[in-house]
């Protein structure tokens, strides 16, 4: 019998388990699912919160009661894992081994990555909405709210739900002129990105729908600290405000760095088409954990659940996976006044306008705002917790994106992507490794198991949680290898260079 | 995609001028571009690019100033000093590489 721990029990992790709870018989697979608490947050709500369009209330669930039978389930800290010798190593000192390991702890906003905004969170001048307590306080916040600045800021990509900070605009908007107080509030957009939408078409499509709304943008703006009342950047610019709405730097959970095995951000490196682990064997990462170059969603994560649940399958029946996952994302926007936007795009594909699922009829519009848009978005909360979480299919929304109804522009159309059949990811046959001895199986929600036996060595001084210091410098020789020319046909090349304005 | 001239070479670039091709970079061409761009070249200067080359070969996809500093060890604000504006996207033009990704 082969263990497969799985850590985290948000959207992937839920999910991921319940899945293959379902396609492996008990006897052939014990599945361990870690988190810290029993508390499941529905996240995608935590943006309507502040303007009461859904109660805190209805933003979590008991995570056990989404889980199914036959998976356990342990609530505790974890400290680190250690990928060589194959375990996982909670607070309370159990270690759980495993054959295989999925990592799907997500990212956390972490304020404290920015001088002063831990203080001005505290004092009330900034505000955030990526967690329940901070979306509480908001809407408290907002409550009060006279008039004034207001300040909707992205500290750092990436972060989750990308999109989020400008549903969070567009609704504050509509909320302020249902309230016929929109006059006296000004919005500003700050984004350290070079625009609101940096892809081409959504860019036209959308920055209307700032214009429209009288919402002021402000671009490339690394922040470098929060003042009391000012946002202050790296090149010296400073923006006043009344509230500050930020959204924090999000990095993955701290026992990825105690464990060696994140990037700068925490992040676990995986393959873009398997979500194999890059630098680990046996370890796949799902949910925002990873490194894939798509939106960190749950859109992405459902989507790439199915494709590792098939990989995993096959590996387990001696099989070669075959699945790759194409960066699939599906998000809705809400643009306020009970209408949304709809994107769908993949790693080759931007989002593009026309119409979803099906060509001409959608019924969904892409890069449109509307009504029936806005329906899906509220109907994701009930597909959310009864399918998504279930491990049921989503209806008439493809695993792998699909160009029907999408709009092909320009050079767009004319080179019109087309997916090459993945290589076959060389992945370590799971059946190739000599398993550990069957363990028997423990009880749901395991009470305290017995404590390792040896005492655990504490993270080193190096294992930083917050992977944030400089690291020590390393002094590069000048590079004498000579680039290639292009194979561009000589009549073509342009004489004079093109210059980017920065 | 385009083809230009730059130092006399024929080089792949995107409608905003940045290299597609990464392999038809060299040090000589990096001093071209800052060149194109007024951008004043120190070695404290080629350090940052040859750190982004570097870690470009394995990963493909150009660091981001938070990776900069936390695996190269430039600290932010001395980027910003090197290169006034935006660095982020100076420091990946002059080395050939793509800008750091954003998203939608």
Aim: hydrophobic share 40%; net charge neutral; glycine share 8%.
């Amino acid at each position: 019998m082969k263990r497969l721990v799985i850590l985290g029990g948000g959207m992937a992790g839920t999910t991921v388990a319940n899945k293959l709870r379902a396609a492996v018989p008990a006897d052939q697979l014990h599945i361990t699912v870690v988190d810290l608490d029993d508390t499941h947050m529905y996240q995608p709500g935590f943006v309507f919160v502040p303007f009461g369009m859904l109660r805190p209330s209805d933003t979590y669930n008991s995570r056990h009661s989404f889980i199914d039978d036959g998976i356990e389930l342990v609530l505790c800290e974890i400290d680190r894992v250690d990928p060589q010798a194959r375990a996982v190593h909670l607070n309370d000192g159990r270690s759980l081994p495993y054959d295989h390991l999925i990592v799907a702890t997500g990212v956390q906003p972490r304020p404290d990555q920015t001088p002063g905004l831990v203080e001005a969170l505290a004092a009330g001048g900034a505000q955030e909405f990526y967690s329940y307590d901070g979306s509480v306080r908001l809407a408290e916040a907002l409550r009060r709210w006279r008039g004034g600045h207001v300040v909707v800021h992205i500290s750092e990509m990436p972060i989750k739900c990308p999109v989020a900070p400008l549903e969070f605009a567009f609704l504050f908007d509509s909320w302020l002129r249902d309230k016929k107080a929109r006059d006296r509030t000004r919005i500003t957009y700050v984004t350290p990105l070079d625009g609101p939408f940096t892809k081409p078409v959504a860019s036209r499509e959308l920055s209307d729908a700032l214009v429209e709304r009288d919402i002021a943008v402000e671009t490339d703006f690394a922040v470098e600290r929060v003042d009391p009342g000012a946002l202050v950047s790296y090149d010296g610019r400073a923006i006043d405000f009344d509230m500050l709405v930020t959204v924090p730097v999000n990095m993955g959970a701290d026992w990825v760095a105690r464990s060696g095995m994140g990037d700068e951000a925490n992040l676990v490196e995986c393959d873009q088409q398997t979500m194999k682990a890059l630098h680990h064997d046996d370890v796949w990462v799902l949910g925002d954990a990873g490194t894939l170059k798509t939106s960190k969603a749950g859109s992405v994560a459902h989507f790439a659940i199915d494709v590792f649940v098939e990989n995993y399958l096959a590996e387990l029946a001696g099989r070669e996976p075959e699945a790759a996952f194409d960066g699939h994302a599906n998000c809705f926007v809400e643009s306020g006044g009970g209408k949304a936007m709809l994107l769908d795009f993949n790693y080759d594909t931007e989002p593009l306008t026309g119409t979803f699922p099906f060509p001409v009829v959608g019924p969904m519009s892409l890069l449109k705002e509307t009504r029936l848009n806005h329906l899906g978005k509220l109907a994701f909360r009930w597909i959310y917790w009864n399918l998504l979480l279930r491990g049921r299919p989503i209806p008439m929304i493809p695993i792998a994106m699909s160009m029907l109804g999408k709009k092909l522009e320009g050079e767009a159309a004319a080179n019109r992507p087309v997916r090459k059949a993945a290589p076959a990811p060389a992945v370590p046959r799971a059946t190739a490794r000599t398993s550990a001895p069957a363990k028997p199986s423990r009880p749901l929600v395991s009470p305290a198991a017995k404590p390792s036996p040896v005492a655990r060595a504490k993270p080193t001084a190096s294992a930083s949680a917050t992977a944030s210091s400089p690291a020590v410098r390393t002094t590069y020789p000048p590079d004498t290898r000579k680039g290639t020319d292009s194979k561009a046909d000589p009549a073509t090349v342009l004489d004079t260079p093109i210059i980017p304005k920065f | 995609m385009p083809t230009t001239r730059i130092n006399g070479r024929p080089i792949d670039v995107n409608d905003e001028g940045f290299l597609t091709v990464p392999e038809q970079w060299d040090e000589e061409l990096g001093a071209a571009l800052a060149d194109l761009v007024g951008q004043p070249m120190t070695e404290d200067h080629w350090q940052v690019i040859r750190f982004l080359r570097n870690d470009f070969g394995p990963r493909q996809e150009t660091a981001t100033l938070r990776r900069t500093m936390t695996v190269g060890g430039f600290p932010t604000r001395e980027l910003f000093e090197l290169f006034p504006g935006k660095p982020a996207k100076k420091m990946s033009y002059i080395a050939g590489l793509p800008k750091p990704k954003g998203c939608v």
